[in-house]
């Protein structure tokens, strides 16, 4: 299995940042993508932003030159850096990882438990 912890989340003013963090432990054989989506209340889960295995990252248009995903591979750490936030960025963040993880044989999705963020007007 796999266990992903996230970290980060807070409360912030319109316009400031906050980096979240997710890290990832267990038997991992294969990354197909490793991403953050966010649910606000009410609302459906969303893919925030992703980053393929090659490398590729895909963004939310909302949230384009804004926030970054990044990954730290040496300590299996993924970040997602949030700038200029606005209230309408306001959720639970969760980190996905989809890939093939301990003794499943096919590909997956795995969730880290969620980090509020809250953004202030």
């Known amino acids: 299995q796999v266990q992903l912890v996230e970290s980060g989340g807070g409360l912030v003013q319109a316009g400031g940042s906050l980096r979240l963090s997710c890290a990832a432990s267990?038997?991992?054989?294969?990354?197909?993508?490793l991403g953050w989506y966010r649910q606000a209340p009410g609302k459906q889960r969303e893919l925030v932003t992703n980053m393929t295995s090659g490398g590729r990252t895909n963004y939310l248009d909302s949230v384009k030159g804004r926030f970054t995903i990044s990954r730290d591979n040496g300590k299996n750490i993924m970040y997602l850096q949030m700038n200029s936030l606005k209230p309408e960025d306001t959720a639970v963040y969760y980190c996905n990882l989809r890939g093939i993880v301990g003794r499943n044989k096919i590909v997956d999705d795995y969730w880290g438990q969620g980090t509020q963020v809250t953004v202030s007007s």
């Open positions: 267990g038997t991992i054989f294969s990354i197909n993508s």
